[in-house]
Structure formats: structure tokens, C-alpha cells
């Protein structure tokens, strides 16, 4: 299993999930931004209606993930998702022609503002807060943010993950 990598000063991990709700149609979107000790500053879960793919799912997380750190004024961040295709589409400049295609130039577009940014798979496991996030969204309208504090069924996610 991954371990918690100390990042430098001032660079913060952010990490993303998409979660699909079949039956109302829906998808549930997580972010979780965390400071170089593995300190919340911030979480988001966010319900949108359901797209073709897991990957344009995984792709919208990662934009939303990508916006989130921009709108915290965040200028160092590693992005990570559980979503190899995605992460290796951001890597590598492939998948243009695939249906995230568009959504992957919102994402470079986007990180284009950022001073350091980097994008790294992780396994499922070391993004089970993300996960969470984004399965919560089941039950939030919209955009739920929360700043610094988690929601009290998310928060000892976060000290397991943190190893």
C-alpha cells in the first residue's frame, strides 16, 4: 500500500473520486485537499447528472478537483485519482479524441494557473477519503464544501488514510 509522502512547504495533496448512483441517474463527485502534513483544508462533495463513461466521470472529478485547489489559492499541488486512464491521459497528452477529450483541456487549461502541479495514480485504497466524498454526494444537493473541519463521518477516514 502507498504511504503518506511528505510534500514540500506550501504544496498540498488534492485527491478525487467519482462515485455513479444508478438509480437516481446521478453522479457524486470528492475532492480532498490536504496540507504537506495530511491536514484537511478543505473537502467537497457535488452531485451531477450521470455522463457516458466512468472515465468522462473520473475526468469531471479530476476538473473538479483541479477547480476546487484553484479556488482554495492554492499554487503547489499534486493532483491523484484512482483513475489510471485518466492520470495517464494527463501524463502523456494522449486520449484527445476520446469523449473527455475536452474535459482533460479544462484540466490542463486549468492547472496551466498553478506554479507547481503534478497528477499521480494512486490506488483505490489511499483514496478512500475522495471515495467517500464522492459517495456522500448521494445525499447533497448541488456543491457541499467544508473547510478545515470534515463532516463527522468522513474525519477518521482521513487519520486512517494519512499513514
Known amino acids: 500500500m502507498q504511504q503518506w509522502r511528505p ?3 506550501h504544496c498540498f495533496k488534492v485527491n478525487f473520486d467519482a462515485a455513479v448512483f444508478r438509480a437516481s441517474c446521478l453522479v457524486g463527485l470528492g475532492v480532498i485537499v490536504r496540507n504537506n502534513r495530511g491536514e484537511a483544508m478543505g473537502a467537497l462533495s457535488a452531485s451531477i447528472p450521470l455522463a457516458h463513461s466512468v472515465a468522462d466521470l473520473e475526468a469531471l472529478a479530476c476538473l473538479k478537483a483541479v477547480q476546487f485547489a484553484l479556488e482554495l489559492g492554492l499554487n503547489r499541488v499534486v ?3 484512482d483513475s489510471t486512464v485518466i492520470i495517464n491521459a494527463l501524463l502523456h497528452g494522449a486520449d484527445c479524441m476520446a469523449s473527455f477529450g475536452n474535459i482533460l483541456g479544462d484540466i490542463r487549461m486549468h492547472s ?3 506554479q507547481i502541479v503534478e497528477f499521480a495514480s494512486v490506488n483505490h485504497k489511499c483514496n478512500a477519503v475522495a471515495d467517500a466524498l464522492a459517495k456522500k454526494a448521494k445525499t447533497v444537493r448541488g456543491v457541499q464544501v467544508w473547510l478545515s473541519d470534515l463532516p463527522a463521518d468522513i474525519a477518521p477516514l482521513l487519520l486512517f488514510d494519512v499513514r
Open 7 to 9: 510534500l514540500e512547504p
Open 79 to 81: 493532483v491523484e485519482g
Open 112 to 114: 496551466d494557473v498553478f
